[in-house]
């Protein structure tokens, strides 16, 4: 390449930038590197690096980039707030994927603060407070200091003035991004197929960017389908007030692309948040939390945490409802290797250093054991060197630890895991139920935040409660125990996909006509 003017550097940066947008990250990257040979103080021209290299999933990389980013703005007169920002954000996500929340809670907020417009402010702040919940150690104090900080930027909204309607049936609306092949739907299909339609409108706000098979099967539940995506949360509220709705159920709470923001105007009689988040909004606008007897089932901990009143179901909270298909179980792998597996598919993120000290614990204990770990971390060969490290340093066996990569048809994998362990403090959820479902018991961690209990509920619905313990050294126990008890290990395998088809996390009715009566419950008990 010959660059012989600043307009040909400016071209050529054009043409590195739309190979990114076009999703050809390789070619984008070679650009973006042989640019650097012409420039070495241009912070959008490490600034796209960092792009390229985060969407590859090279996050040693990504920060290098971007702490040359950070390097070169601090040398400039002339502050660049808005892309200090973007910097801050990426760094957050970043250091949240390699499991370090705590620094990605910092950087959130950094970039939050340095945004200019409040809409990305809100967004930035609610990325931190998500990150949040993967720190074992936050307390109720560290989460209101977050929920006071993220109310502050709703100064500016007016809620509608209180309404309440007297329709012939309930008009329930539920707002989502993730009305699309995403673990929400596995959740939310069920309540919306088995709705009492004479007692029940259902509306459905889809914030969806794209669409699939599964929007597809959704939409059909629905008396009414909102396509809203592209409209400013205030003109989302507007639409659910013009319609009239008792009931505003949200699904995403602090979790990627939310309109969580829509419920600081208060557009429906009651307003709920649950299914798709495991924590409070934080909003004083949002008026309950759905939960279970299980996830609530420490009261004190449960308002202690919560800026909501909990919505508490007898039973599950979750109803869960497969939508791909599934490979047979098999039999428990332990019989053909001569000896356990253990494995993990939760979102890496999840996965903090207390957990692996754990996990070497366990691997110590059970002679010859393995754990697979998958996720797409592992399919460059820095995401694996980076993770050998980090575990070679808290002192796990590596020769024993198999890390694999992400693939489409990871379910039929799980026949290759006698026993799943769950993550601690931000459990699995989706994962959880697909583990049970492909016939492996899944061993989970709780403690006193409602988060951290969404194994236990799950567990205890399927019928298999005493697979969640309250500490780390009943759950190592656990775990040694199950993988010496090959009896009971081997009627689990071969039962727990019907099991689990017969019990309360499947029961589809069931968990409508509970969570139809706790609306009822709700709407009744408004005053106005």
Known sequence: MGISSADDFFKFYESALQDYRDKKLEMALQKQQELQRYSTDWPKLYLLGAYIYRDMHLYASEERALLKVMELLRKQAAPQSGLEADVWSMLGSMWLNMGMPTKAVEALLRSSELEESVEQKRVEYSNAIFAANSISGYGSGDFHALYSGYRALFSDVKPYAPRKYNHKRIRVGYLSSDFKNHPVAHFILPLLKEHDRNEFSVYCYGANASEDSVTTELCQYADEWRRVEKLHPRDIAELIHD????????????????????????????????????????LYETDYFLSDAVCSGDKAAANEFFTEKMLVLPHSHFCYATIDDFPDCGTM????????????????????????????????????????????????????????????????????????????????????????????????????????????????????????????????????????????????????????????????????????????????????????????????????
């Open 243 to 282: 319609d009239e709705i008792d009931i505003l159920m949200e699904l995403n709470g602090h979790t990627k692309d939310t309109r969580l923001p829509v419920l600081a105007w208060h557009p429906a009689t009651v307003q709920i948040s649950g299914i798709g988040y495991m924590n409070s909004t934080g």
């Open 333 to 528: 792998p332990c019989l053909q290797n001569g000896y356990v597996t253990f494995g993990c598919f939760n979102n890496f993120s999840k996965v903090t250093d207390e957990m692996l000290k754990l996990w070497g614990g366990i691997l110590g204990d059970v002679p010859g054991s393995r754990l697979i770990l998958k996720h797409r971390l592992f399919n460059q060969e820095e995401g694996r060197r980076l993770t050998v490290e980090r575990m070679s340093a808290l002192g796990l066996p590596i020769d024993r630890v198999e890390l694999r990569t992400f693939s489409s048809d990871y379910l039929k994998e799980y026949r290759d895991i006698d026993i799943a362990l769950d993550t601690y403090p931000y459990t699995g959820g989706l994962t959880t139920c697909e583990a049970l479902y492909m016939g492996v018991p899944v061993i989970s961690l709780y403690g006193r935040r409602h988060g951290t209990r969404f194994g236990m509920s799950l567990l205890s619905n399927a019928g298999l409660g005493d697979l969640a313990v309250s500490t780390k050294d009943m759950y190592k126990s656990l775990a040694v125990e199950l993988a010496n008890d090959t009896e009971l290990l081997g009627a689990l395998h071969e039962n727990l996909r019907r099991n689990m088809e017969q019990s309360r996390l499947m029961n589809e009715r069931q968990y409508a006509r509970e969570v139809e009566q706790a609306y009822r419950n709700i709407l009744e008990s408004v005053e106005l």
